[in-house]
Nanobody
Framework: VQLVESGGGSVQPGGSLRLSCAAS????????TSWYRQVPGKERDFVAS????????TYADSVTGRFTISRDDAKNAVYLQMNSLKPEDTAKYYC???????????WGQGAQVTVSS
C-alpha cells in the first residue's frame, strides 16, 4: 500500500505545475484525498481536498482560484493543478488518503515545489 507523488520541480512566479498522487494497493476513489504542504520548521498546512463520492472539492483560502484538485478513478490517482504560482507556494507537497472511517491513513513521500525567479 502506498501513495507516490510526482510532478514537483522549480518554476518562475506566475508559472504552473501539476502534481500527481498515484495509489497502489488500495482504491483511491473510496478515500478522502487531500494535499498538504510544509516548509522547513513549520507545520504541515492544508491545501485542498476531494471527497469520495461526488468529488466535492475544498481549498485553503490562499490557493482558491489558483489550484484545482481532481481525481482520475481509472488511473487510481489524484492531481493538483497549480497555476499562477507565487514564491510563497514554495514547499514540499504531500498527498494523504483517509478512509475506513478514519481508521486508515496513508501519506506519500512528498514532492518539492520551488517558485523562484
Amino acid at each position: 500500500v502506498q501513495l507516490v507523488e510526482s510532478g514537483g520541480g522549480s518554476v518562475q512566479p506566475g508559472g504552473s505545475l501539476r502534481l500527481s498522487c498515484a495509489a497502489s494497493g488500495f482504491t483511491l476513489s473510496t478515500y478522502h484525498t487531500s494535499w498538504y504542504r510544509q516548509v522547513p520548521g513549520k507545520e504541515r498546512d492544508f491545501v485542498a481536498s476531494i471527497f469520495k463520492p461526488g468529488g466535492t472539492a475544498t481549498y485553503a483560502d490562499s490557493v482558491t482560484g489558483r489550484f484545482t484538485i481532481s481525481r482520475d478513478d481509472a488511473k487510481n490517482a489524484v492531481y493538483l493543478q497549480m497555476n499562477s504560482l507565487k514564491p510563497e507556494d514554495t514547499a514540499k507537497y504531500y498527498c494523504v488518503a483517509v478512509g475506513d472511517g478514519g481508521r486508515r491513513e496513508y501519506w506519500g513521500q512528498g514532492a518539492q515545489v520551488t517558485v523562484s525567479s
